[in-house]
């Protein structure tokens, strides 16, 4: 079965702090991948996603992640958080094939103190 | 632009009773997903439609639940004999295409009494 797994569920750094939130995924085939934010209050946004081609995918606000297939992973890292980073972070994953519906992890929250 | 909406943002209800949650995409995005997301879950899968059609329903729950886009554009889904698990918030996403990236809308928070 398809699955995306965060193993960070809850998070705190001291803004200026690095960040690496971990993402695994479990998927027949190849996978699109993607990370989502969600401000307080807001709505779920697009962070970057990774396709195909260069496995170090960089997104909006510094946010990067990295593909590594042997690991089946897609960590997202940021060298330097600020306190308005503070939200909930959701990876996904979409098979490539004739599937569009997307499957989350269960997210992981940000919290970054002054 | 406008983004996705979703009416209403929320409903309270009681079990037992029948509630539809409307969703309003992006202008001319042609693919349309609902998802639900419990407290302290990740989004799940419930159904997408490409066009006025339902092309993948495989994430609905059981036949309580349905959902309509009849003139490929607002969808509405529906919950009937609504049940305590089925509290959540519900969210609606929408891509120009099926392989485009798919934006959310603010959600629907359900709460079932």
């Known amino acids: 079965a398809q699955s995306v797994s965060q193993h960070n569920h809850h998070v705190i750094l001291s803004e200026a702090a690095s960040l690496e939130l971990g993402c695994n995924y479990s998927?027949?085939?190849?996978?699109?991948l993607f990370w989502y934010v969600q401000y307080p209050g807001q709505h779920l946004q697009l962070l970057l996603k990774y396709f195909s081609g260069d496995p170090l995918v960089k997104g909006i606000k510094g946010f990067e992640a990295e593909f590594i297939k042997s690991k089946f992973s897609f960590n997202l890292r940021k060298p330097s958080v600020q306190w308005s980073d503070t939200a909930e972070y959701f990876c996904?994953?979409?098979?490539?094939?004739?599937?569009?519906?997307?499957?989350f992890g269960t997210g992981t929250r940000l919290q970054v103190t002054l | 632009g406008a983004g996705v909406s979703q009416t209403p943002s929320n409903k309270v209800t009681e079990k037992g009773k029948y509630v539809e949650l409307r969703c309003d995409p992006i202008?001319?995005?042609?693919?349309l997903y609902w998802y639900r997301q419990s407290l302290g879950q990740g989004p799940e899968f419930l159904i997408y439609f490409q066009g006025t059609g339902a092309a993948d329903d495989s994430g609905l729950p059981n036949d309580r639940f349905f959902a309509v886009r009849p003139e490929g554009s607002v969808s509405t889904l529906k919950i009937q004999r609504t049940e305590r698990g089925d509290s959540a918030v519900y969210l609606c996403?929408?891509?120009?295409?099926?392989?485009?990236?798919?934006?959310f809308g603010p959600g629907t928070r359900l709460t079932v009494l």
């Open positions: 998927y027949g085939g190849t996978v699109n």
């Open positions: 996403a929408s891509s120009l295409n099926p392989g485009n990236e798919q934006f």
């Open positions: 202008s001319g995005h042609t693919a």
């Open positions: 996904a994953a979409r098979g490539t094939g004739t599937a569009s519906k997307l499957t």
